[in-house]
C-alpha cells in the first residue's frame, strides 16, 4: 500500500487558529505506532507541477498565490495567511494526490494523508482549500489518457461545491456528493448527484442513502477511476459536522465505498478531507479507522 503524506511541510497558523493543523502529524504517528501501516508504506509527497495546477485553476490565481500577490480578501476567504511555508504545504497536498492517483493505477488503491480540498473553484479558494486536488488529479488521468471518465465520490460532511463547479458541463468527471443539507457552503453549487442530509443524521439512514446514491452514481458514471473524499465530519463529535454517525458508522460507509470499488475493478485514491473534532483524538480514531477498512478490503 502506497500513502502519501505532508506533515514534513510544516506551517504554523496564529495561535487559536480553528485548523486542525497538528492532526496530520498526531495521524501519521498513530497509523505507524499501531501497526496499520508501515513506514515503508509511507512517502512524502512530491511538489505538484505548475502545469497540473494550470489544468484545473485560472493562472492569474495560481501564479497570485505562489507568489504572495492575492488580495487579502481572497485569503480570507480561503482562511490561511499566506506564507511560503503555507504555499510548499499546498503544493505538497495536490502533488500527494497526484502521486496517489498513478500508484492505484498499478495496485488498485493508494491513500494521501491529506487533500480533499473540495471547496477550491478555478480562480479562487474557500473553506481552507487553495487548489482542488480532486480536480487536478481528475484532470492529470483524462489528459494522459489514464482514464476517459472519473467518478468524484464526496462524503465530507461540506458539500463539494468546488469540485461540482469546476466540472460543471464536463461529462468525462461525474461529482457525487452527500453532505449536509444546512452546513458550509451556504450557497451549494450543483453536482451531478447530490444528497442532502438532515442535520442529526445517524448511521442507519445515512447507510441506507450511500447503498441507493452510490449505486445510481456509478451506473451513470460508469467510472474507470474514483477520487474519493472521505471525510470524517460526519462523526457525531464532530464540532462542524450536525450529523450523528458513529465511528462503526463511518468506518462501514468505507468499507462500503471500498468493496465496491474493488469488485467493479476500479483503481481508488482516498483523500484525508475534514474532521475537527475537538479535542482532536475522536477525528484522529476515524481517520485510522478508514485505512484499517482499506487494508482489510483492498490488502
Not at 500577490?69 to 503555507?86: A, C, N, T, Y
Not at 445510481?216 to 462523526?235: K, M
Request: net charge negative; charged share 25%; proline share 4%.
Amino acid at each position: 500500500m502506497r500513502v502519501y503524506y505532508t506533515d514534513n511541510q510544516v506551517v504554523e497558523l496564529p495561535e487559536g487558529h480553528r485548523f486542525p493543523m497538528h492532526k496530520y502529524a498526531r495521524l501519521r504517528g498513530e497509523l505507524v505506532a499501531r501497526g496499520v501501516l508501515s513506514s515503508a508504506e509511507l512517502e512524502p509527497a512530491p511538489f505538484a507541477p505548475i502545469e497540473a495546477l494550470l489544468a484545473a485553476h485560472d493562472e492569474a490565481y495560481v501564479r497570485g498565490f505562489l507568489a504572495g500577490e492575492l488580495d487579502r480578501k481572497v485569503l480570507q476567504r480561503i482562511g490561511f495567511p499566506w506564507s511560503e511555508s503555507l504555499v510548499r504545504r499546498t503544493l505538497a497536498s495536490a502533488g500527494g494526490t497526484l502521486a496517489a492517483t498513478r500508484a492505484a493505477l498499478e495496485t488498485g488503491f493508494a491513500g494521501v494523508l491529506a487533500g480533499g480540498t473540495h471547496h477550491a473553484y478555478r480562480a479562487e479558494g474557500s473553506g481552507f482549500c487553495v487548489f482542488n486536488d480532486l480536480a487536478i488529479a481528475a484532470l492529470d488521468l483524462l489528459g494522459r489518457g489514464a482514464a476517459q471518465r472519473v467518478l468524484v465520490v464526496d462524503l465530507d460532511v461540506h458539500q463539494g461545491d468546488g469540485t461540482a463547479a469546476i466540472f460543471a458541463g464536463d461529462d468525462r468527471v461525474f461529482t457525487f456528493s452527500m453532505h449536509g443539507e444546512r452546513n458550509f457552503p451556504l450557497r451549494k453549487q450543483a453536482s451531478d448527484l447530490d444528497v442532502p442530509l438532515a442535520d442529526g443524521t445517524g448511521d442507519a439512514q445515512y447507510l441506507e442513502l450511500l447503498d441507493q446514491h452510490l449505486a445510481a452514481a456509478l451506473e451513470r458514471s460508469r467510472p474507470q477511476f474514483v477520487l474519493y473524499q472521505g471525510g470524517v465530519d460526519p462523526l457525531a463529535q464532530d464540532k462542524l459536522g450536525r450529523l450523528a454517525l458513529t465511528h462503526a458508522g463511518l468506518a462501514e460507509r468505507d468499507r462500503r465505498v471500498f468493496e465496491l470499488a474493488r469488485r467493479l475493478g476500479l483503481p481508488l485514491v482516498a483523500t484525508l478531507g475534514g474532521g475537527y473534532a475537538d479535542p482532536i483524538e475522536p477525528t484522529i480514531e476515524a481517520h485510522i479507522n478508514t485505512y484499517r477498512v482499506a487494508r482489510a478490503v483492498f490488502g
